[in-house]
């Protein structure tokens, strides 16, 4: 039986935020947040194409965690583009100063994991969504604490970007001026883990950094 895998069109990597409740044994199933969407609305789009796009999200993930299973869940399925959203599980071990929080290696464990990403898949173009959180829930219990750090880790995230020629898709802006339409909790009601709308609203960022860059879909 043969183990050869098709490359991926697509493959969406993350935390929570892009698991989005997926089904694991039913590949095609996207979850219920921004990847779907995205997915939904490419493949329409470009149904002649029938694009192989898969979400392997993992609820509570960090960087490091990505790390640890990138041989089976990215290097392996040969994804033609790889979109990652991570940093808000790291940031809420520093937050809780959690023993798994003791040392902050987002910067090194993120760089780390692009660099033999292009190392094995130096064809692969590399989309990193910035990590957000909102001021409701548990963050607005210590608003300034998390927004220092969830701001470090999107400059973070923007400096690896253009380090490793990846598309950046800004979100935070996108969410503060959104929080000018409705309140936080509309978009995200714990702060960290978007509603249909915050859903949205990813999709559509996502959608017009990539889509109108080198790694558009057509």
């Given at each position: 039986m043969s183990t050869e895998q098709t490359p991926l069109d697509l493959?969406?990597?993350?935390?929570?935020?892009?698991?989005?409740?997926?089904?694991?044994?039913?590949?095609?199933?996207l979850g219920r947040g921004y990847p779907n969407l995205i997915g939904s609305k490419l493949s329409y789009e470009l149904a002649e194409q029938k694009l192989q796009i898969q979400n392997r999200g993992i609820s509570g993930n960090r960087v490091s965690d990505l790390y640890a299973r990138w041989n089976e869940d990215a290097i392996y399925?040969?994804?033609?583009?790889?979109?990652?959203?991570?940093g808000v599980n790291?940031?809420?071990?520093?937050?809780?100063?959690?023993?798994?929080?003791?040392?902050?290696?987002?910067e090194s464990s993120y760089r780390h994991l692009l660099?033999?990403?292009?190392?094995?898949?130096?064809?692969?173009?590399l989309i990193l969504c910035e990590p957000f959180v909102l001021n409701v829930g548990v963050p607005a219990n210590n608003w300034d604490g998390w927004k220092a750090q969830v701001g470090k880790y999107q400059e973070v995230t923007r400096g690896l970007a253009k380090e490793y020629g990846a598309v950046f898709v800004p979100l935070q802006q996108r969410f503060d001026e959104a929080c000018t339409r409705a309140e936080a909790a509309f978009w995200a009601r714990d702060g960290v883990h978007p509603t249909a709308a915050g859903h949205q609203l990813i999709a559509n960022a996502w959608l017009d950094a990539v889509q109108n860059s080198p790694l558009a879909i057509k």
């Open positions: 493959l969406f990597q993350g935390d929570s935020i892009t698991d989005a409740n997926r089904v694991r044994e039913d590949l095609v199933n399925l040969q994804p033609k583009r790889l979109s990652i959203l991570i790291d940031a809420w071990r520093i937050m809780d100063k959690l023993p798994t929080g003791a040392a902050d290696r987002f660099a033999i990403t292009k190392e094995y898949l130096p064809q692969s173009g």
